[in-house]
Every structure is written in structure tokens, then in C-alpha cells.
């Protein structure tokens, strides 16, 4: 199994340029998640999804959209691209977020797309 | 919004030298994991506390669960070249939101 998968690894853009980032995940898991990670502060969700055709809003989503048309795949777009938005964007999946199961609701996470913006 | 810090930030420390990273939140955690992000690699999940109190070893790590659900460390005891990483603690808050938010992290730098 690949687990989660991200492309592009790496991008480079101009400002004002869209781009969409892909995640897709083999293990069949309910939720995703678009983190991204700036030095000295740690992981910031973006968005989230819990389930085919939903997604909401994390802690920094100003400037992105996602997408989740279908259960393995969760799309995070730029619509203009700014350079605050320099950063390594991580995708992540779960098979639930809330369960005390043992393993239920830890965090898959891709290796990463890192995005300039110059 | 809710929030935890994670001390310290960086740390330097000789091989066979111990290292421990501390998670402190002012709210009720409903439980907290912790993830390992080698150098330049994606974070990887190591362990779930989910009781108060609770105490969990992986060989020389060993992990803490406060009484009151509102911290939590990670100690590695005799540190190695491979224990090189940022560690990072997240937790899910009683009654929050679904989200899982993530600790700045530890930045653990081991001298050989």
C-alpha cells in the first residue's frame, strides 16, 4: 500500500498563480486533512474532511478551498497565490478523529509539497 | 481558540544524555498523541495516551499523561544519533471542535 500520496512534491509559483495540490490516500479512511508547516510553528490545519463531499474549516483556511469529490482524494487549491503562502503543505488521513480506540484516529500524513511563492 | 505549548523548543544534548519534551495545555485534554518528523521526512505517529495518569514505554521513550489531562511528556532515556527529529505532541480537546491541533514541536539535536 502507498498510504498518502502527494503531488507535487515541490512547486514553484508567481504571485497572483493558482494551483491545486492533490492528496490521495489507499487505506480507505474517512477523514483528511491539509496541514501546513511554517519553522517554529509547528502544524496548522487548514481544512478537513469527514467524509465524501464534506469538508470544513481549520484553524488557518483564509486563501485556500479543498475539495473531497471522492473518499480517497482531498484537493487543496490556491486561487492567487501570495507569498505568506510559501510554505510545506502537509496531507494527512485517519479512519475516524474522535475514538479512544487504540489507532482510530491517528494521522497518516504524506511526505509533503513544498510550496514557494515568489 | 485552543491552544498547547510544547517546551522547549530546541535542545541540544550529547549521546547518552537524556532528553525530555513537555506538552502543556490550560484545558482538559481528551487525550494526546505523539509524532516524530526526522529531518526533512513527514511526521510519524509513536503513541496515544488516553487516561489520566497513563504511562506507556517504547524502549527508551517513555510517555505521560497527567493526572488532570493537561500535560504530557515524552523522556528518551540515553539518547542516539537516530533519536535526531522535532517531536511534536496533538491533542484533542473535551467538547471541542473535531480538530486535532499539533504542539510547536521540540527540535531535539543529538551530538555524537
Known amino acids: 500500500n502507498a498510504g498518502v500520496t502527494q503531488t507535487p512534491k515541490f512547486r514553484v509559483l508567481k504571485t497572483g498563480q493558482s494551483m491545486t495540490l492533490l492528496c490521495a490516500q489507499d487505506?480507505?479512511?474517512?477523514?483528511m486533512y491539509w496541514y501546513r508547516q511554517d519553522p517554529g510553528m509547528g502544524l496548522r490545519l487548514i481544512h478537513y474532511?469527514?467524509?465524501?463531499?464534506?469538508?470544513a474549516k481549520g484553524e488557518v483556511p483564509d486563501g485556500y478551498n479543498v475539495s473531497r469529490l471522492k473518499k480517497q482524494n482531498f484537493l487543496l487549491g490556491l486561487e492567487s497565490a501570495a507569498p505568506s503562502q510559501t510554505s510545506v503543505y502537509f496531507c494527512?488521513?485517519?479512519?475516524?478523529?474522535?475514538?479512544?480506540?487504540?489507532?482510530?484516529?491517528?494521522?497518516?500524513f504524506g511526505a509533503g509539497s513544498r510550496l514557494t511563492v515568489l | 481558540g485552543q491552544q498547547v505549548m510544547q517546551i522547549p523548543q530546541y535542545q541540544h544534548v550529547q549521546e547518552g544524555e537524556d532528553f525530555t519534551t513537555y506538552c502543556n495545555s490550560s484545558?482538559?485534554?481528551?487525550?494526546i498523541q505523539w509524532y516524530k518528523q526526522r529531518p526533512g521526512g513527514h511526521p510519524v505517529f509513536l503513541i496515544q495516551?488516553?487516561?489520566?495518569?497513563e504511562v506507556k514505554k517504547q524502549k527508551r521513550l517513555t510517555f505521560q499523561f497527567g493526572e488532570a489531562k493537561k500535560n504530557s511528556s515524552l523522556h528518551i532515556t540515553a539518547t542516539q544519533t537516530t533519536d535526531v527529529g522535532t517531536y511534536f505532541c496533538?491533542?484533542?480537546?473535551?467538547?471541542?471542535?473535531?480538530?486535532?491541533?499539533f504542539g510547536s514541536g521540540t527540535q531535539l539535536t543529538v551530538l555524537p
Open positions: 487505506m480507505n479512511h474517512e477523514y
Open positions: 496533538a491533542e484533542s480537546f473535551s467538547g471541542s471542535a473535531r480538530q486535532l491541533t
Open positions: 474532511s469527514v467524509g465524501e463531499g464534506t469538508t
Open positions: 494527512a488521513s485517519s479512519p475516524h478523529l474522535f475514538s479512544t480506540l487504540s489507532g482510530a484516529n491517528v494521522l497518516t
Open positions: 484545558t482538559t485534554l481528551s487525550n
Open positions: 495516551l488516553v487516561k489520566s495518569g
